[in-house]
């Protein structure tokens, strides 16, 4: 749901989700109000260890399917493609040749 404060949400697949966890990019918080603590917390400093803790508890991928899929997902990244899901066209990945920033 859109908020006018917070703008537009953002839909991450799994697999960009691992993979941003791994970078250090983004951490999880399980929590309904964790867009407006995260808010407040700029202004009051850093909760990075607290959040790395919460991190943790996410477990994907956990089938052999979503392993293989993470590891191509992981393999094309490294690459430098662009990935979006590709289920429009009945597939798991669309790929565009170069990094987002190039697009």
Do not use: R
């Amino acid at each position: 749901m859109q908020n006018t404060f917070l703008g537009l949400p953002l839909v991450l697949i799994p697999e960009q989700v691992k993979l941003l966890l791994e970078l250090g990019v983004i951490y999880i918080k399980h929590s309904a109000t964790a867009q407006l603590e995260y808010a407040e917390s700029i202004v009051e400093g850093s909760k990075f260890a607290e959040a790395e803790e919460e991190s943790e508890e996410w477990e994907w991928p956990s089938t052999e399917e979503e392993i293989l899929k993470y590891g191509v997902f992981k393999d094309l990244y490294s690459k430098e493609y662009y990935i979006t899901p590709g289920l429009k066209f009945g597939g798991d990945y669309l790929l565009y040749p170069g990094t987002c920033k190039k697009l």
